[in-house]
């Protein structure tokens, strides 16, 4: 874009020239390379604007200098004739096809090579340590948690979410059979116990472990160490820990450092219904919600994509605290994402959900119980 911008002020001088008395030699073909260089950058352009589906004001800018860039090159190649007017014209010719081709190729590497060969790829982990007696009574679990970038491309932490859960569960006398797998199936979806009744599991610790908007260059990695106090008589089997973290590349859009919002604040509004609907508690559920304003990452995003803001809400459910993401123009926060938005974001800004999966530890013979 920088040698079409060059290329299009020596043309613009060069039009002095070859409309008046035409004194320096080949000013004409000096024109019509500015003119080729100037339908190339539009159409590269127009390219961007058609891949992100969206409209701006810029679009007309492009469509009229596109247009105006064929009516000049009809006009230099059937009226004036330049072509024919032009000495070394092989040589011409040869220049401007390398040109375009390396134009066209670095915008296909830079647009559509890099940002599907080098997809997002961060690990996160969670990890109990070894328990022991709190003096005050009950038992300290360490956790460690921890993050890795370990693609090739940095990567912000939009959200992060960890939660230590404790399982209630209660032993059966009699073995269940396909009957009661079943039952299990509906009850908890993923899962069968032939021996034991999952009563529940309940929340004992939730927090984000990364600061909103944090970033990770590549192979840069953040651990987090956390102690869960544990009471005495523990109502539970077993402990469970399990992050979840949301991801989106840095070299696609850069992110403000948001303000969080609280709900039990009185100038708060409730949740958007498709954001409590995935929990039990309702549209009355209290959250933390925190916006961002997404900058492009280049001048090119900047003006062929409308803004577009990052809201999370880090919902604090009855059942179990869980985060929300959405992706759209500001003002539009509340409205439920369809499917092909959700896709659009993977696509155009790499948005990606990372889990660790889930860590299990038995109560059984913990320390202080």
């Not at 590269?44 to 247009?67: F, K, N, R, S």
């Not at 230590?164 to 069968?192: C, Y």
């Not at 908007?213 to 008589?233: C, D, F, N, Q, R």
Request: glycine share 8%; hydrophobic share 40%.
């Amino acid at each position: 874009m920088l040698i079409a911008a060059v290329l299009a002020l020596v043309g613009a001088v060069a039009v002095i020239d070859y409309w008046g008395k035409e004194r320096v030699a080949n000013s004409g073909a000096v024109v019509l390379l500015g003119v080729l260089a100037v339908l190339l950058a539009n159409l590269m352009i127009l390219a961007i604007h058609a891949q992100g589906h969206e409209y701006t004001p810029y679009l007309v800018i492009w469509t009229v200098l596109t247009l105006w860039s064929v009516w000049a090159l009809w006009t230099l190649c059937h009226r004036k004739q330049v072509w024919e007017s032009i000495r070394s014209r092989p040589t011409f010719a040869v220049g401007v096809l390398v040109t375009g081709i390396i134009a066209v190729a670095n915008f296909s590497y830079s647009q559509i090579y890099v940002p599907y060969s080098n997809p997002v790829l961060v690990s996160s982990t969670v990890k109990f340590g070894e328990p022991v007696a709190n003096q005050n009574g009950g038992t300290l679990l360490p956790l460690r948690l921890r993050i890795k970038n370990t693609g090739k491309v940095a990567v912000y932490a939009i959200q992060s979410l960890y939660t230590v859960t404790g399982q209630k569960a209660s032993h059966v006398k009699q073995e269940r059979g396909p009957e009661g797998w079943k039952e299990e199936i509906d009850n908890l979806s993923n899962e069968i116990h032939q021996n034991v009744d999952i009563e529940g599991y309940y929340t004992i610790e939730s927090g984000r472990f990364t600061e909103p908007g944090l970033w990770l260059e590549p192979g840069e990695s953040l651990t987090e160490e956390k102690i869960v106090e544990l009471p005495e008589a523990l109502p539970y089997q077993a402990v469970t820990a399990t992050t979840y973290v949301n991801l989106a590349r840095k070299d696609r859009l850069t992110l403000d450092s948001p303000s969080p919002k609280h709900s039990w604040k009185s100038s708060a509004q409730p949740a958007p219904s498709w954001v409590t609907g995935w929990g039990s508690g309702g549209d009355g559920v209290d959250y933390v919600q925190h916006t961002y304003t997404v900058q492009p990452s280049s001048i090119l995003f900047e003006v062929t994509r409308i803004p577009k803001v990052i809201t999370t809400w880090w919902v604090l459910d009855p059942s179990g605290p869980y985060l929300a993401t959405t992706i759209s123009s500001p003002g539009e926060e509340d409205d439920p994402p369809t499917q092909k938005e959700v896709d659009s974001w993977v696509k155009r800004y790499g948005f990606i959900r990372t889990t660790s999966g889930t860590a299990e530890l038995p109560v059984s013979g913990f320390p202080g119980q």
